[in-house]
Nanobody, 126 residues
Framework: EVQLVESGGGLVQTGGSLRLSCTVSGFSFDDYAIGWFRQAPGKEREAVGCISIGDGRAELTDSVKGRFTISGDNARNTGYLQMDSLKPEDTAVYYC???????????????????WGKGVLVTVSS
């Protein structure tokens, strides 16, 4: 069973930074993907980004490009979401998710992910 554990959420002021981590265990594929999604209060869950841990291919949604950076550490089975220049509209519960492979045409779809973390709260104050 694949398990994901997130860390790094918290409260930050507008313009601040946070780094989320997601450590994966129990998987069988070498070239897996870690996706990041978020859900703000009263809104639907949206895709933030995704990275192929095996070869580093990555995608970010347009609203966070230039502010967020996604990376991965194959040796530690961990993905990271570095969030800079945070805005109040970035406030949400952030989830990491696992997919056995990376697909640039599919990564933003929740159904493509097969396992999910419990989520961490990121709050950006104005």
């Amino acid at each position: 069973e694949v398990q994901l554990v997130e860390s790094g959420g918290g409260l930050v002021q507008t313009g601040g930074s946070l780094r989320l981590s997601c450590t994966v265990s129990g998987f069988s594929f070498d070239d897996y993907a870690i996706g990041w999604f978020r859900q703000a209060p009263g809104k639907e869950r949206e895709a933030v980004g995704c990275i192929s841990i095996g070869d580093g291919r990555a995608e970010l949604t347009d609203s966070v490009k230039g502010r967020f950076t996604i990376s991965g550490d194959n040796a530690r089975n961990t993905g990271y979401l570095q969030m800079d220049s945070l805005k109040p509209e970035d406030t949400a519960v952030y989830y990491c998710a696992y997919a056995p492979t990376f697909m640039s045409t599919m990564w933003a779809q929740s159904g493509f992910m097969t396992s999910w973390g419990k989520g961490v709260l990121v709050t950006v104050s104005s």
